[in-house]
C-alpha cells in the first residue's frame, strides 16, 4: 500500500486564483512525479524530482505550474492561475524502482 | 512517441478469470506496469514487470513480451469487488517517466 501522503483532498478556486497543494513522498523514495489526470481520466506527465532536482518538465508546467521538492519539507505544486481546463485529479507519486501514487488532490476551478 | 493502447471496457463473470491486454509502441522501454483504479481513487499499485514471461502474484497474474510490445494483466477467481479500471504504463528510459493507456474498464456480473 502507498505511503504517499497528499493534502488536501479537495479543492475549489475561483478562475485567475492560485492553487497550491501538497506532497510527502514515501520515506526513501528519491524520486517524486506529478501527474494530472483529467475528466476523461487520461494522464499527463506535469514534473518530476530526483533528491529535490528538476529531471524533467513539460511546456505547460514551465508557464503557469510551479513546482519543488525541498529537502525536509513536503514537495509542492502550485498553479499562478487556476483556469477552467486546470479542473483535474493531480497526483503526486514517489518511487525507489515502482511507482506509488498517493490518494490526489482533485481541483475543481468555477 | 509514445503510445500504450488498451480496449476500453472488458466484461466477465464472477468466478471466472478476466485478460486485460495491452500493447505498446514507444520510444524505449524500462518496464511496464499494471494499476488498479477505481472511480474518483487514485491508481493502486499491482505489478512491475521488465522481462518477458509470465509473473505469478496470486489473484493478479502478468505477462510480458517485449519482442511484441504487448502485456497483459490476468485476474483469476474474479469477484464482483474486481470491477473497476486497470491501467498499463510502460516507464520510459529517461528518468522513468510512465506513459499510461486509457484503461480498461473490467465489469463483473454475478
Known amino acids: 500500500n502507498s505511503k504517499v501522503i497528499q493534502t488536501p483532498r479537495y479543492l475549489v478556486k475561483g478562475q485567475g486564483q492560485k492553487a497550491k497543494m501538497r506532497c510527502i513522498p514515501e520515506k526513501g523514495h528519491p524520486v517524486v512525479f506529478w501527474y494530472q489526470q483529467n475528466k476523461n481520466n487520461e494522464f499527463k506527465f506535469l514534473i518530476n524530482?530526483?533528491?529535490?532536482?528538476?529531471?524533467?518538465q513539460i511546456d505547460m508546467t514551465e508557464k503557469r505550474f510551479s513546482a519543488e521538492c525541498p529537502s525536509n519539507s513536503p514537495c509542492s505544486l502550485e498553479i499562478q492561475s487556476s483556469e477552467a481546463g486546470d479542473s483535474a485529479l493531480y497526483l503526486c507519486?514517489?518511487?525507489?524502482?515502482?511507482?506509488?501514487f498517493g490518494k490526489g488532490t482533485r481541483l475543481t476551478v468555477v | 512517441g509514445q503510445g500504450v493502447e488498451q480496449p476500453d471496457n472488458l466484461m466477465s463473470v464472477e468466478g471466472t478469470f478476466a485478460r486485460v491486454n495491452c500493447t505498446y509502441s514507444?520510444?524505449?522501454?524500462?518496464?511496464l506496469s499494471w494499476y488498479q483504479q477505481r472511480e474518483g481513487h487514485a491508481p493502486v499499485f499491482l505489478s512491475y514487470?521488465?522481462?518477458?514471461g509470465l509473473k505469478d502474484s496470486g489473484h493478479f497474474s502478468t505477462f510480458l513480451s517485449r519482442s511484441n510490445g504487448y502485456s497483459y494483466l490476468l485476474l483469476t477467481e474474479l469477484q464482483i469487488k474486481d470491477s473497476a479500471s486497470y491501467l498499463c504504463?510502460?516507464?520510459?528510459?529517461?528518468?522513468?517517466?510512465?506513459?499510461f493507456g486509457s484503461g480498461t474498464k473490467l465489469t463483473v456480473e454475478p
Open positions: 507519486a514517489s518511487s525507489p524502482r515502482e511507482v506509488f
Open positions: 514487470v521488465v522481462l518477458d
Open positions: 514507444t520510444s524505449g522501454f524500462n518496464g
Open positions: 504504463a510502460v516507464r520510459a528510459p529517461n528518468y522513468n517517466v510512465l506513459y
Open positions: 524530482f530526483q533528491n529535490q532536482e528538476v529531471l524533467q
